[in-house]
T-cell receptor, first 116, second 115 residues
Framework: AQSVTQLGSHVSVSEGALVLLRCNYS??????LFWYVQYPNQGLQLLLK??????LVKGINGFEAEFKKSETSFHLTKPSAHMSDAAEYFC??????????????FGTGTRLLVSP | GAGVSQTPSNKVTEKGKYVELRCDPI?????LYWYRQSLGQGPEFLIY????????DSGLPNDRFFAVRPEGSVSTLKIQRTERGDSAVYLC?????????????FGPGTRLTVL
């Protein structure tokens, strides 16, 4: 079984400050890891994903995440927050050994609030 | 090109009624997924289609839920004898092949409210 824990249902930062959204996963098979962003009344949009290879993954809008197997973590960061980054962020895990397809298991989400 | 679309955007129904939710995936995508997102939660997997067949329906909560994709494109999620606990946002996603490294593209969802 796989699961994802996102610490902090809400994270508040000032514009220009570092963004750090935490994600820890549990997986009995090598995981594939994803970060999605959800803006109000819109569908989830993929920010970035880790499948294999380089553990530091760069995504859209200046976000990046690092896969740390020893810590079972995949935290999302951005050096400088913009007002437009305010949204809900979801971490997800998938493994293919048992299913053969991308069966995503999502965390409960973290709402990022950005103040001027 | 057009993204994933879902209709209706909002659906209000009464307990015990039957509802159908429609998903139009991105043209050419063979894989289609349904998820359910309850308030304050992340999306939960319901069912996965590869082409016309339901390859994995292990997430459907009970036999009141059923989904079809008869021509390998549009999909309909059907809920019989709706209950108040079915109230949620139902999300549809599609991907090109469905394999492990694909990107799933999500629609805006259908908000179902059961009174």
């Amino acid at each position: 079984a796989q699961s994802v824990t996102q610490l902090g249902s809400h994270v508040s930062v000032s514009e220009g400050a570092l963004v750090l959204l935490r994600c820890n996963y549990s997986s009995s098979v090598p995981p594939y890891l994803f970060w999605y962003v959800q803006y109000p009344n819109q569908g989830l949009q993929l920010l970035l994903k880790y499948t294999t290879g380089a553990t530091l993954v760069k995504g859209i809008n200046g976000f990046e995440a690092e896969f740390k197997k020893s810590e079972t973590s995949f935290h999302l960061t951005k050096p400088s927050a913009h007002m437009s980054d305010a949204a809900e962020y979801f971490c997800a895990v998938s493994g293919t050994m048992n299913t053969g397809f991308q069966k995503l298991v999502f965390g409960t989400g973290t709402r990022l609030l950005v103040s001027p | 090109g057009a993204g994933v679309s879902q209709t209706p955007s909002n659906k209000v129904t009464e307990k015990g009624k039957y509802v159908e939710l429609r998903c139009d995936p991105i043209s050419g995508h063979t894989a289609l997924y349904w998820y359910r997102q309850s308030l304050g939660q992340g999306p939960e997997f319901l069912i996965y289609f590869q082409g016309t067949g339901a390859a994995d329906d292990s997430g459907l909560p009970n036999d009141r839920f059923f989904a079809v994709r008869p021509e390998g494109s549009v999909s309909t999620l059907k809920i019989q004898r709706t209950e108040r606990g079915d109230s949620a946002v139902y999300l549809c996603a599609s991907s090109l092949y469905g394999d492990s490294t694909d990107t799933q593209y999500f629609g805006p969802g259908t908000r179902l409210t059961v009174l």
